[in-house]
């Protein structure tokens, strides 16, 4: 079983990437930031099982990538995948200058709306639609003044902003949502703190190897 001290930089960075992702895809970027620095504080700071979880998942996700990119340099997908993509975009031009897709769609939608000009001038749908929309608005109107719907729904939001308060006061729901968000900052913080200190103590022994710069 790996200890936190034998954790290496591909298990704390495949951690990161494998947290922050699984953080994105649930709630955001704020939850993947969280479950980022959660997953890179597990994998340098955590002996047990959560950490040791961490660690092989990191290392999983790294391989992953290392392989991905191993693939890609001998099959060179991404350069035939931008190949292709040219490729299809010189024959769709191609085809537009033969047939003359664009000029054609283009003149089909001016002659619809062209059409749909003659067709509201002959019938007045317009002038209709409106007359219609002002009566639906002048019955909605007299409803509301004949039974009060207006007056009822602030009534009724309001008694539910009451019992909100009541129950606030009762359970102290922001206060302890507040906590709640205070301690996930300072886990986050603390992961932040952690992967900066790690990057550092990387950096470290490589400049104080050669502290003078390159001889000239």
Do not use: C, W
């Not at 002996?47 to 991905?68: H, L, P």
């Not at 308060?165 to 932040?192: F, P, Y």
């Amino acid at each position: 079983q790996k200890s936190a001290t034998n954790t290496t930089a591909r298990q704390v960075g495949g951690a990161v990437v494998a947290g922050t992702a699984a953080g994105l895809a649930v709630s955001g970027p704020v939850a993947g930031l969280a479950a980022g620095s959660a997953a890179a504080y597990a994998a340098t700071r955590n002996s047990g099982a959560a950490g040791d979880a961490a660690r092989q998942t990191g290392e999983a996700v790294f391989t992953a990538g290392e392989k991905a990119k191993e693939m890609d340099d001998r099959h060179e997908i991404t350069k035939r995948s931008i190949a292709a993509a040219k490729s299809a975009m010189r024959k769709a031009k191609e085809l537009d200058d033969k047939h003359q897709i664009l000029h054609n769609t283009k003149k089909v939608a001016g002659n619809a709306i062209q059409t749909a000009k003659t067709v509201d001038e002959k019938h007045h749908v317009t002038e209709k639609t409106k007359k219609v929309a002002g009566t639906a608005m002048a019955k909605a109107k007299d409803i509301n003044e004949k039974h009060q719907v207006t007056e009822k729904s602030k009534k009724a939001a309001g008694n539910v902003v009451e019992r909100a308060r009541k129950v606030d006061d009762q359970h102290h729901v922001k206060e302890k949502t507040k906590g709640v968000a205070v301690a996930a900052t300072k886990k986050v913080s603390l992961g932040i703190q952690f992967i900066s200190k790690s990057m550092a103590s990387k950096k470290g022994p490589a400049a104080a190897s050669n502290p003078a710069g390159p001889a000239s």
